[in-house]
């Protein structure tokens, strides 16, 4: 699940990460580098893996919720 979910989180980063950066920007005028620097506390590299992990929590919610728990009869 965790491999799943992994898997989910990376093929969405970049469009996610780009739609709330754009949305920071257009409302509270936040430029992307100091979204994903945390305010520039972090290197952009490390703001990127901090973003990745905590957008790993919604995608284990969705493979959690999508895996087939059940077993198959037959």
Do not use: C, N, Q
């Amino acid at each position: 699940m965790v491999v799943m979910a992994a898997i989910v989180d990376t093929a969405l980063f970049v469009p996610v990460g780009g739609l709330l950066a754009l949305i920071a920007f257009a409302f509270f005028g936040v430029s992307p580098r100091a979204f994903a620097s945390f305010g520039g506390h972090v290197p952009v590299f490390d703001g990127a893996v901090i973003w990745w992990g905590v957008l790993l929590v919604p995608s284990l919610v969705y493979a959690a919720s999508v895996m087939p728990w059940a077993e198959k009869d037959g």
